[in-house]
């Protein structure tokens, strides 16, 4: 690994750009804390960073797009893997073509299915956590994901995507509904079921 420069400090971990035998790559690199006992600490950081390198290699074999991981290391949190050249899907959406938009939404319902279809709950589905690069909607920082095949899982993983919709993309609510237009179509499970969920959990939230 040579030259080193963080472009993103977040409160688990740091991304820097590095080089990969010769490949332009990022590395995340998962922040010690020094107020966690160090050998619980040092645990936790092989776990967390063996469980994202794992679900990013799931959700490309269920033929999402995402980041190709270059090298895993456990001892000292760092996954490295390939740039994408691109924007965050947060940081476009908003400027595109209503066209443009309509098609992004459906092609993040399709990404979303595909990996719900494989029991991949990423944990952070938000705008920040996709970048358009090459024409493709990329899926990155499954660090909050884990695997579960229950409908409420997947109903909380798609809540937090409507609730990220709302907020960033206030203009454009309709986006959430083209996500769901497709995620039906290519769910294998009832959607139905889970978009209930979703509505139970928006009712949960009112009257809290
Ligand atoms: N493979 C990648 N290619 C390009 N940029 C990336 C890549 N991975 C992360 N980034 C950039 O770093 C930011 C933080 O990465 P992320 O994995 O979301 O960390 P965090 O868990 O702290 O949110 C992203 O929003 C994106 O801008
Ligand atoms: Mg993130």
């Not at 409160?11 to 990969?20: M, N, R, S, V």
């Not at 991981?69 to 691109?86: A, P, Q, R, S, W």
């Not at 609730?163 to 203009?171: D, L």
Request: glycine share 6%; with cysteine.
């Amino acid at each position: 690994m040579t030259k080193k420069n963080i472009i993103y400090r977040g409160a688990e971990a740091e991304i820097c750009i590095a080089k990969y035998k010769g490949f332009k790559a990022i590395q995340k690199k998962r922040i010690p804390k020094s107020y966690r006992i160090k050998h619980i600490d040092d645990r936790l950081i092989s776990l967390r960073t063996k469980e994202e390198a794992k679900l990013i290699t799931e959700a490309r074999q269920s033929g999402v797009a995402v980041p190709i991981i270059y090298d895993v290391d456990l001892k000292n949190g760092i996954i490295t893997m390939e740039y994408l050249d691109g924007k965050r899907i947060k940081d476009v959406l908003n400027d595109l073509s209503e066209e443009e938009r309509d098609s992004i939404c459906t092609k993040i319902g399709e990404s979303i299915a595909r990996f719900h279809n494989n029991d991949i709950i990423h944990g952070d589905i938000t705008t920040s956590n996709m970048i358009l690069s090459n024409e493709q909607v990329h899926f990155i920082d499954f660090g909050l994901g884990e695997k579960n095949n229950e409908i409420e899982a997947k109903g909380v993983d798609l809540h937090v995507l409507m609730e990220a919709i709302e907020s960033t993309h206030s203009q454009y609510s309709s986006c959430f509904d083209y996500v769901l237009e497709e995620y039906k179509k290519v769910l294998k499970d009832d959607a139905n079921l889970v978009i209930k969920k979703i509505q139970e959990i928006v009712k949960r939230g009112r009257y809290r």
